[in-house]
Each structure stands twice: as structure tokens, then as C-alpha cells.
């Protein structure tokens, strides 16, 4: 059973390795392998100077959804709101840091379901909706889910970001033409505080 974040990213890479888990504008295809590796690369500069308040990122750019997910398998709160990460943890100088290697398996050990995720809610609280959610989305790694880059701080585009890692769905990020929609009426309450499942 998945009690925690970093469980959900390491078991999904295990089970699904090559199969597509993101697409975005000058990255290609990243497989659940190559994923997980550019998550914890992140999480290592994150933790190689220890951070000690909840963190945020907000690029407009595919390390948005990267760093959201190493905060959390990090047990790193995440602040929507938070200011953007410096670049040398985005695939620079800090990324993959060997300095963070040690504390990030020592945090692993902490990780559980009353970890906190973001402000009001754990790292339970959100695999719980996860699963509700799935439920009703339906998908699973045969799914393909298109988002528009621009609005990755979207409160409905970050939900269907964790619905899909949680169903092992292919994300394809995209800079769409003016025609492009989105339904995001199905994914409108996910993050409500007070949210009965």
C-alpha cells in the first residue's frame, strides 16, 4: 500500500519504466525512468542546502511539475505561491547535487501519510483524493492527458498533473493554439479544503 508521494513516483516508475510519462516542448518524451531520475535530481539540489520553509516554483516551464513533485518526495511542503527556484537546482550547477544525496534517503524514512503537503493538507489527505478522483476520471496508463503549458499554476491543471502520475497516464504539456480547451470542470474541486469524498 502507498502511504506517501515519494512511494507513488518510485513505484509507478518501477512498474510502467519506459512507457511515456511526460511530453513537453523541448524535453521530448520523458519515459517513468527518465522522470523519476529528473525528480530526484531536483529533490538532491533542494535538500543539499536544506531548506527549511515550504518551497514553490513558477517558470511557466516543465520544471514547474518537476519540483512540485521533488518537494513532495522530498516531505518538502509546497507553497503554490511560493517564489520560483533558482535555475542551478533546475537542471544546473545544483541539480543531482551529491550533497543532498544523504538527507533525501534520510528523509525517505520520515515520509508517511501525516506528512504535509501543501498548507491543510497531507500527503494522505491527497492520495486519498487521488484515488477518488481516478475513480471517476478513469484513467490509467493507456491515457493520454493534454495540458497547456502556460497554466501549469492552474489549480485544476496541477490536480490533473498528480491524477495522472497517480493512474500512470502519459502527460503531454503543450503550447496550444488559441483553439485549444480544456475540461477542467471534473478536476474544479480537488484541492477544496474541506473536500468529502
Not at 505561491?81 to 535555475?87: F, I, Q, S, V
Not at 493534454?146 to 504539456?173: I, S, Y
Not at 477542467?184 to 469524498?197: A, I
Amino acid at each position: 500500500m502507498i502511504t506517501n508521494l515519494r512511494e507513488l513516483l518510485i513505484q509507478r516508475a518501477a512498474r510502467l519504466q519506459e512507457r511515456p510519462a511526460l511530453s513537453a516542448p523541448a524535453w521530448g518524451t520523458l519515459s517513468y525512468a527518465q522522470f523519476r531520475n529528473r525528480v530526484e535530481g531536483v529533490a538532491l539540489g533542494l535538500l543539499a542546502q536544506a531548506p527549511t520553509e515550504a518551497v514553490g516554483c513558477a517558470t511557466g516551464t516543465p520544471w514547474d511539475w518537476v519540483a512540485e513533485v521533488a518537494a513532495a518526495a522530498s516531505g518538502l511542503a509546497w507553497d503554490p505561491r511560493g517564489a520560483t527556484l533558482p535555475p542551478e537546482v533546475l537542471g544546473g550547477s545544483r541539480f543531482n547535487q551529491d550533497a543532498g544525496r544523504g538527507p533525501y534517503h534520510e528523509r525517505g524514512h520520515h515520509l508517511g501519510e501525516d506528512t504535509p503537503f501543501q498548507d491543510g493538507l497531507t500527503q494522505g489527505e491527497l492520495l486519498g483524493r487521488l484515488k477518488a478522483f481516478n475513480r471517476q476520471l478513469g484513467w490509467d496508463h493507456e491515457t493520454q492527458v493534454r495540458l497547456p503549458l502556460a497554466r501549469l499554476a492552474d489549480p485544476p491543471v496541477r490536480a490533473a498533473l498528480w491524477c495522472a502520475l497517480f493512474a500512470g497516464a502519459h502527460v503531454m504539456l503543450e503550447t496550444p493554439p488559441a483553439a485549444f480547451s480544456w475540461d477542467d470542470t471534473p478536476l474544479l474541486g480537488f484541492w477544496t479544503p474541506d473536500l468529502r469524498l
